[in-house]
T-cell receptor, first 114, second 116 residues
Framework: AQSVTQPDIHITVSEGASLELRCNYSYGATPYLFWYVQSPGQGLQLLLKYFSGDTLVQGIKGFEAEFKRSQSSFNLRKPSVHWSDAAEYFCAVASDTGRRALTFGSGTRLQVQP | NAGVMQNPRHLVRRRGQEARLRCSPMKGHSHVYWYRQLPEEGLKFMVYLQKENIIDESGMPKERFSAEFPKEGPSILRIQQVVRGDSAAYFC??????????????FGAGSRLTVL
């Protein structure tokens, strides 16, 4: 069964600093990988996705993520964090075998200090 | 182009009552998913439906919970005889039938159930 691990429950960074949120997945074949962001009391918004091809994917709001098969990782990065980036971030995986439902990690809560 | 619409946004029920949560998928989407988010936790898959058909209900509790997606109208998640542990945010998502969008889920804003 597929699974996703986000080892950092809570991260605090200063505004303008760089950010990297970690995500490790467990799946036997090539996974479909996603990052979603959730603001307090809101639904989830898709930041970016990886299906195949270039392992560095660009998303909205200046985010990017890199798929590393050898490390089973799909870490999310942003060069310079803005105060509005404070939210909860979820990594998710889907299989390519027809089961479309996503499996989510437990999330990383990002706090941004002024 | 309206997104995924969920209602009610907030629902309060007493123990033993029934809760009905509704979800209208995005226009052009024929697949609906329900997820539950307990406080301070991630999203847990519950059920995946097409029109008039449950595709995957491996995440649904065996008792008191049911879901449907009729030919006409929204998808309904029904919780009978609610208990305090059912208090959570319930999110609906939808996706396209095929193509590159088939695995891309668009989420609604959620329905927050509080059981007193």
């Amino acid at each position: 069964a597929q699974s996703v691990t986000q080892p950092d429950i809570h991260i605090t960074v200063s505004e303008g600093a760089s950010l990297e949120l970690r995500c490790n997945y467990s799946y036997g074949a090539t996974p479909y990988l996603f990052w979603y962001v959730q603001s307090p009391g809101q639904g989830l918004q898709l930041l970016l996705k990886y299906f195949s091809g270039d392992t560095l994917v660009q998303g909205i709001k200046g985010f990017e993520a890199e798929f590393k098969r050898s490390q089973s990782s799909f870490n999310l990065r942003k060069p310079s964090v803005h105060w509005s980036d404070a939210a909860e971030y979820f990594c998710a995986v889907a299989s390519d075998t027809g089961r479309r439902a996503l499996t989510f990690g437990s999330g990383t809560r990002l706090q941004v200090q002024p | 182009n309206a997104g995924v619409m969920q209602n009610p946004r907030h629902l309060v029920r007493r123990r033993g009552q029934e809760a009905r949560l509704r979800c209208s998928p995005m226009k052009g989407h024929s697949h609906v998913y329900w997820y539950r988010q307990l406080p301070e936790e991630g999203l847990k898959f519950m059920v995946y439906l097409q029109k008039e058909n449950i595709i995957d209900e491996s995440g649904m509790p065996k008792e008191r919970f049911s879901a449907e997606f009729p030919k006409e109208g929204p998808s309904i998640l029904r919780i009978q005889q609610v208990v305090r542990g059912d208090s959570a945010a319930y999110f609906c998502a939808s996706s396209q039938t095929g193509g590159s969008g088939a695995n891309v889920l668009t989420f609604g804003a959620g329905s927050r159930l509080t059981v007193l």
